[in-house]
Each structure stands twice: as C-alpha cells, then as structure tokens.
C-alpha cells in the first residue's frame, strides 16, 4: 500500500538557521503530495502541495519539490522563526480516490 | 480558502454514554468527507470516507457499529461514538472534498473534537 516516511524528530533549531524535513513515499502512480502543519491543540492547516514530478510548492517562506526520480518531498525553509514550532506532516492522496496517507509527523521546535 | 468546521471542540463524557460530533463545510459543498482520528504525538490515521448519501466505507479495524457516520447533507457529517470507553479518548479530526474539485485533491480540516472518555 501507499506510505509516507518523515525524518524523525523532534527537531530543535535556534532561530533564523535552516531547516530541512526530509519526506519520502511510495505509491503505486503518482500522486499529489502535500506539507500541513498542526500547531498546539488545533487541527490540521495546508502549508503546500504539489502535483506532478518538479512542482514546487512554496508558502510563507517554506518549500518542497517534488521528485518522481528519488520519490521525495522534503520541506525547507531557509530561516526559522520561533512562531515556526509546530508539528509537520508530509502527506499523499490521489485525484479519485481523496483520502490522504500521512507520514508519522516531525514535532519542529525554534528557541530564540 | 475552505473553511470546515466541528463542534464541539471538546468534550468530556462518562464511559458507556454516546457522543456525536459534527464535522460541516461552511462555504463549499462535499460529496465527501474523511474522519481521522489521532492519537497523542502520532500521525492521523483514516477512519472511514463518508459519502453524501450513502453509506460509509470503514478503513481495516475500524468498528462501524462503534463508530456510526452519517454523511446525510452536502455540507454535514456526523460521527458518533457509541458506547464510548476510554480508550476511546483522542483527537478526531474531519476533512471535506469539494463537490466540483476540478480535479485537485485537497482536503480541507477541520479543527479537531478532543474527545475524552472518563
């Protein structure tokens, strides 16, 4: 079946350093891969998606392409801020079926 | 963007009562909405699909008679744990599909219903 693998966490980083989530999958096709965030006590909320092979997803600040070749996702973002701690979930569904699979989520915490 | 929403956000019940949480999409409309559930620090895991008008389809394990779903609108779902015991104490999460998606598979999520079985 289909999974999602993340790097395991918790991560911590120092505010203003780089981060990387790596993420990688397994699918049978290709399908639509996505990075929600969940802060403390709340739901889930889109942070991007891409939808075919060398798409790039970007929002405020973060950014993952997607590469078929190495079936990978991974989440950057250049510059932490403090209001970036929160859990990462790396994410896949396909058009007609819309459920998603998501990965074991990454608890990212920055200290100022 | 979307916007779903679920009440109540938290409740506290006694072991054996039922509880119903409502998961509504407030400004599009869903053919299909997905109920997850989550435990502390882990991933969510798929409960069921629920569809406007027909029956829902239960993930592997999920027990339908404990967890009834019912998908009876475009912009309503409801989940009600039956009989509920406290290992039923988690984080229900519900998503909604748009109607006409125009072939995107973005979900939209709710908040989340804290469930807490005493």
């Known amino acids: 079946g289909d999974s999602v693998t993340q790097m395991e966490g918790p991560v911590t980083l120092s505010e203003e350093a780089f981060l990387t989530i790596n993420c990688t999958y397994t699918?049978?096709?290709?399908?639509?891969l996505f990075w929600y965030v969940q802060y403390p006590g709340e739901g889930l909320q889109l942070l991007l998606k891409?939808?075919?092979?060398?798409d790039k997803g970007s929002n405020k600040g973060f950014e993952a392409t997607y590469r078929k070749e190495t079936t990978s996702f991974h989440l950057e973002k250049g510059s932490v801020q403090v209001s970036d701690s929160a859990v990462y979930f790396c994410?896949?569904?396909?058009?007609?079926?819309?459920?998603?699979?998501f990965g074991d989520g990454t608890t990212l915490t920055v200290k100022p | 963007g979307a916007v779903v929403s679920q009440h109540p956000s938290r409740v506290i019940c006694k072991s054996g009562t039922s509880v119903k949480i409502e998961c509504r999409s407030l400004?599009?409309?869903?053919?299909?909405m997905f109920w997850y559930r989550q435990f502390p620090k882990q991933s969510l895991m798929l409960m069921a699909t629920?569809?406007?008008?027909?029956?829902?389809t239960y993930e592997q394990g999920v027990e339908k008679d404990k967890f009834l779903i019912n998908h009876a609108s475009l912009t309503l779902s409801t989940l009600t744990v039956t009989s509920a015991h406290p290992e039923d104490s988690s984080f229900y999460i519900c998503?909604?599909?748009?109607?006409w998606g125009g072939g995107t598979d973005t979900q939209y999520f709710g908040p989340g219903t804290r469930l807490t079985v005493l």
């Open positions: 998503s909604a599909r748009e109607l």
């Open positions: 699918a049978t096709g290709y399908p639509s």
């Open positions: 891409a939808t075919k092979a060398d």
């Open positions: 994410a896949l569904s396909f058009t007609n079926a819309g459920k998603s699979t």
């Open positions: 400004d599009f409309q869903a053919t299909t």
């Open positions: 629920s569809n406007e008008g027909s029956k829902a």
